[in-house]
């Protein structure tokens, strides 16, 4: 009883917050990789269109055996691993601009992605019972091998919040870092391979896919309580977004189904296809910035457009220019501060200008003055050379009274004019 009533509030949950989220609505996509009937034959992705009537379409691109789609709402990239391609690849939402993005050279299955940190979590099968766990820098394309259990990784789940990763070994559910630091084990489970994981961290559970058993189910990490939803079904892969899950089923099935909060009823979506394997999904919706906002994470705010009209959300330029005043690719300039410091900057140099000269000038007379006092001179002093002595006059009749290079002289006798000589 307890169960049932449990569900039911969770169901009743789930209903509100898909209405109140359709009040913000965007386009909401759905991305399907389909892993084909066997390796050598290929599989298939998935675009579909989720709000009213679903619509699927097959992408022209050659992706042999892709796995585990997860999505980035920082770039709008979805991102897959190709067992057979050993890489991992992606598209954009709009399905376009198709790559083969990291060859990481292994027969790559699970991703997880934190968009925050630009980081993409993906992890290998190998045939010697043992697993890999690479950490790949998504600006950087740099792979790090993170360390973990010597056993074989069957499902990948991440908690961006609180950075933690989930992994689903053959018997166990295990919680760790980033780093592969502070394991600590969830959940039992029985022995079983492919076992698929998502993480809701507004609601603190951990969806889980156990494909040895049948069931689809969640694990509460606040309270440690296990919720079973169905037990009739081999999914591969369960996505709860809005408080819906999709659940993607093993085998010649052609849908993803459909549960509000993991209850019934039970809807599906139809794709058409003629090959058909594991069928692993992504939901999410195509917001990009609230008006008045870009950057990669919606952080930066907008300039002053003409008229108020919104910037580019991506690197925040605004496309028909700036309000009156303001200037720049962003508009985030005032032009008046502009004239200001222009202004400022010319009265500063002016200023520099003049204590340059003042000190230039008073350098120039500090050197002046100690050339001349070398030299003996004193400043100001005139050199009258009539009054030098001469050393080839022995029988002249002055008699000097002489200051260094004979500058002052004293005249004991002088000698009466040659005119009035002349005519004595």
Known sequence: MADTTLIFVLCALALLSAAAESNNATEKIMFITDSGARLEVNGSVYRCTLDGRSSCSVLPIHTPNPRCPVYD???????????ALMSVCRVKSSGEDY?????????????????????????????????SLWKINMDTKILTKVPTENSLVWGI?????????????????????????????????????????????????????????????SLDLETNV?????????????????????????????????LTGGC????YV??????????????????????????????????????????????????DGCDTGWIGDTCTTD???????????CVFLG?????????????????MTDKQKKTGVAAGAVRNPTYQNDPTDAGDEITSVTQPDHVYEKMRRVLPPVYETLHA
Do not use: Q
């Open 99 to 131: 790559e083969t993005w990291v060859n990481v050279s292994r027969g790559l299955y699970g991703m997880a992605l934190d968009p925050e940190l630009r980081a993409v979590f993906v992890f290998d099968l190998k045939d010697d019972d043992n697993s």
């Open 157 to 217: 789940a991440i908690d961006t919040r609180n950075k933690k990763l989930f992994l689903a070994f053959t018997a166990k559910i295990t919680m760790m870092n980033y780093d592969g630091s502070d394991f600590v084990t969830l959940l039992n489970k029985k022995n079983g391979n492919h076992f698929g994981m998502m993480f809701d961290s507004e609601g603190h559970r951990l969806y889980y896919a156990d494909t040895s058993v049948s069931t689809l189910g």
């Open 351 to 367: 200023l520099v200008v003049v204590v340059l000269v003042i000190l230039l000038v008073r350098c120039r007379r500090m050197v």
């Open 226 to 258: 296990t919720t079973v939803y169905r037990n009739d079904t081999v999914y591969l892969s369960v996505h709860e977004f809005e408080g819906v899950l999709y659940a993607g089923p093993y085998g010649d099935r052609g849908t993803v189904d459909v």
């Open 73 to 83: 709402p920082v770039e709008d990239y979805v991102y897959w691993s190709d067992h």
């Open 270 to 319: 139809y794709f058409n296809t003629s090959i058909l394997g594991g069928i692993r999904a992504t939901v999410f919706r195509t917001y990009g910035c609230p008006s008045g906002w870009y950057g990669r994470m919606c952080t930066r705010e907008c300039g002053k457009c003409v008229n108020g009209s919104a910037c580019d959300n991506i690197d925040g330029h605004c496309a």
């Open 264 to 267: 019934g009823p039970r809807s």
């Open 335 to 345: 032009w008046n501060l502009v004239v200001w410091a222009l202004v400022s900057v």
